[in-house]
């Protein structure tokens, strides 16, 4: 294994509840749960954490708040050995209600904190190399202030490739910044319903193939048990299957993947190799409960697989 290049994680730190319950509760309904944890979650963290147990260099663009949730996610960064780089005095980070039934479906409630609270300042502390991978998820790309945050990620240095996960927020991302995202060093990572939104409605495969020619960036299809689709510009979708295991819950399982799959480009594995990486952890995730299950490459050697 040669040089690893390091990826820069933009991204939320959260707390996370973590319940279990029957189904989901209809309006004015009273439903019993049961409280099955409290970890610290979020998009960027569940990223950070999966790619310190895989020994991938991380650059830490996580903001830290002050409060309740800030003082723990503190003590879990220091723990994995990552610096404390963004600070936020007078806001707590967000947190989060994840609702599991027993299908393993997650539904989340979000209350946002200091990750959605951007300033030119806090960036400019953020040291990116000129050749790297800038993970970022849309949950910090919408607020009041995350256009700072938005034109921070359009001027990266163009050895940077983009690695995008816009989730749930993209209906509230903003469209022209969809548009300026650069060709050639851009992959966005999409579920079926994403791709839905973003590509338009119809086989996802095809329209997200489509969307990439057209826009000459990279997509990555995750489509759960069906494996995830490579879509390069002008090129033939390529299929990397998914592995068989037992699922616990869906919870941090796109997070997962995108840490595998970064892991993989950071050693300097092509594409396809390190979306298989992807999905190898992601199985591994899903299959442990909540988002802090995350596997060290020992574990990931050693887990057997259905």
Known sequence: MGELLPITVVGAAAGDIVLNLPRLPRSGEDQEAKEIDRQIGGSGFNVARALVRLKIPVI??????????????????????????????????????????????????????????????????????????????????????????????????????????????????????????????????LNRDEIAMLCGEGDSVTQASYYSSTRKITIICRLGSQGAWVCLPDSVPDHVPSYKVKVVDTIGAGDAHSSGMLAGLSQGMPLREAVELGNRVAAVVVNRSGAAGAPTIKELEEFVFE
């Open 60 to 189: 830490n663009g996580i903001p830290v708040g002050h409060g309740y949730w800030g003082e723990r996610i503190t003590k879990e960064m220091q723990a994995l050995g990552l610096k404390v780089t963004l600070t936020n005095s007078y806001l707590d980070n967000g947190w989060c209600l994840a609702m599991v039934e027993p299908d393993g479906e997650r539904s989340f409630v979000s209350v946002s904190g200091c990750e959605v609270d951007w300033s030119a300042a806090m960036l400019s502390s953020i040291f990116l190399p000129e050749k790297g991978y800038l993970y970022a998820s849309g949950y910090v790309m919408v607020g009041k202030t995350t256009a700072i945050l938005r034109d921070w990620l359009l001027m990266s240095p163009p050895g940077q490739t983009l690695l995008l996960d816009f989730g749930p927020r993209l209906p509230e991302i903003d469209p022209a910044f969809i548009d300026a995202l650069p060709a050639g060093r851009t992959i966005l990572t």
